[in-house]
């Protein structure tokens, strides 16, 4: 059983590496951004409240989100273990985290660390074609992730809790060094 939080700023590839773990150790990927994503196609009020703020690349606020991943972290298939992808995303998401995860009387095993630098995502970005992976929105989403996200890494590696991994590497290259970091326990 691995309980896993990827960090790692737009583009880097988290989605696609955690959907491979996902497989490879069935455990749940749970990505905010994909339930954020279907919330919106459902156009319900979570979609609805979310929709504008994710256009512009800025964070959902907390109050939308951290509900959301509380109600996902209390079903029964969380019981395998985990991936988060896309949160926590800011500080007082990480501590909520702690908190919730200190209720539920578990720790996650590793936070992994997606490194890449900005130039290489905004080219990897560009090529996705997503809604939002238009350029001006591209840039505030690397400006949000500089201001907001990259502070969740202190978070961590100041408590002892943190694995780096270079993710500008082949996508076989990056699932091998996750793998290996994985596989320590
Ligand atoms: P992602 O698929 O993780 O890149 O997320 C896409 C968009 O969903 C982000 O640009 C945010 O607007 C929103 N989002 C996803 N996860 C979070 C989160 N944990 N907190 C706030 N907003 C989020």
Known sequence: MKRLIFLG????????????????YQ???ISTGDI???AVKAETTLGIKARNYMDAGELVPDDLILDLIKERLS????????ILDGF????SQAAFLEKLLQELQLAADYV???EVPDEILVERLLARNRKDDNEITIRRRLEV???DTVPVISFYSDRGRLKAVNGNNSLEGVTTALKAIIDQT
Do not use: C, E, F
């Open 112 to 114: 992994l660390n997606l």
């Open 9 to 24: 700023p737009p583009g880097a590839g988290k989605g696609t590496q955690a959907l491979i773990l996902s497989d490879l």
């Open 88 to 91: 926590p995303r800011n500080v």
């Open 36 to 38: 954020l994503r279907a």
């Open 27 to 29: 455990i749940p990927h």
């Open 75 to 82: 079903q029964t298939d969380t019981q395998k273990g985990w």
């Open 145 to 147: 992730y500089h201001q």
